[in-house]
T-cell receptor, first 112, second 113 residues
Framework: GENVEQHPSTLSVQEGDSAVIKCTYS??????FPWYKQELGKRPQLIID?????GEKKDQRIAVTLNKTAKHFSLHITETQPEDSAVYFC???????????FGAGTRLFVKA | DTEVTQTPKHLVMGMTNKKSLKCEQH?????MYWYKQKAKKPPELMFV???????INESVPSRFSPECPNSSLLNLHLHALQPEDSALYLC????????????FGQGTRLTVV
């Protein structure tokens, strides 16, 4: 079955710096890769996603890149702000599969 | 309406109690999910309903019993739970294709005493 590995488990950056979180997946049939942000005590919320026919996607300060050959994808947050502090989960799924496999999560701390 | 609504927000129950968690969405989504999330861990899939039929049961103990009365509602019936079942229970929904965005409810924080 699919396995998603996520690194690092904890990331601490200074406000204004960039943050990068990396994930690898095992199932080459996976074709949808969402990223969720979960603040303490709240629900996971989708912040960006990418499909396998696209190599990069950007939304303001957030970007995601996908390397299908290497089976890895990354989240890039630029100009980090204290409100970016949260746990970020990468995930992978495939069409019709109904299963989203989550990475273990990265706890991001942005220091003011 | 892009909300998935879960009730109750918090629940404390004894090991001999029977309780139910409820989830509702009005986005026309035909897939609904129950996840269990322990502290500092990712959500863990329990059940998937597609068009009101159970599609996936991830070997969940029978003390958890899901029910999908209609396309907008999803219940999780709880009976004879153990303290280790204490967790955040998240409901989610998506369009029937599983490569589209899943919307999560705010969860029910369950404590078994």
């Amino acid at each position: 079955g699919e396995n998603v590995e996520q690194h690092p488990s904890t990331l601490s950056v200074q406000e204004g710096d960039s943050a990068v979180i990396k994930c690898t997946y095992s199932d080459s049939a996976s074709n949808y890769f969402p990223w969720y942000k979960q603040e303490l005590g709240k629900r996971p919320q989708l912040i960006i996603d990418i499909r396998s026919n696209v190599g990069e996607k950007k939304d303001q300060r957030i970007a995601v890149t996908l390397n299908k050959t290497a089976k890895h994808f990354s989240l890039h947050i630029t100009e980090t702000q204290p409100e970016d502090s949260a746990v970020y989960f990468c995930a992978a799924s495939k069409t019709g599969g109904f299963k989203t496999i989550f990475g273990a999560g990265t706890r991001l701390f942005v220091k003011a | 309406d892009t909300e998935v609504t879960q009730t109750p927000k918090h629940l404390v129950m004894g090991m001999t109690n029977k309780k139910s968690l409820k989830c509702e969405q009005h986005m026309g989504h035909r897939a609904m999910y129950w996840y269990k999330q322990k502290a500092k861990k990712p959500p863990e899939l329990m059940f998937v309903y597609s068009y009101e039929k159970l599609s996936i049961n991830e070997s969940v103990p029978s003390r958890f019993s899901p029910e999908c009365p209609n396309s907008s509602l999803l219940n999780l019936h709880l009976h004879a739970l153990q303290p280790e079942d204490s967790a955040l229970y998240l409901c989610a929904s998506s369009q029937d294709r599983r490569d589209t965005e899943a919307f999560f409810g705010q969860g029910t924080r369950l404590t078994v005493v």
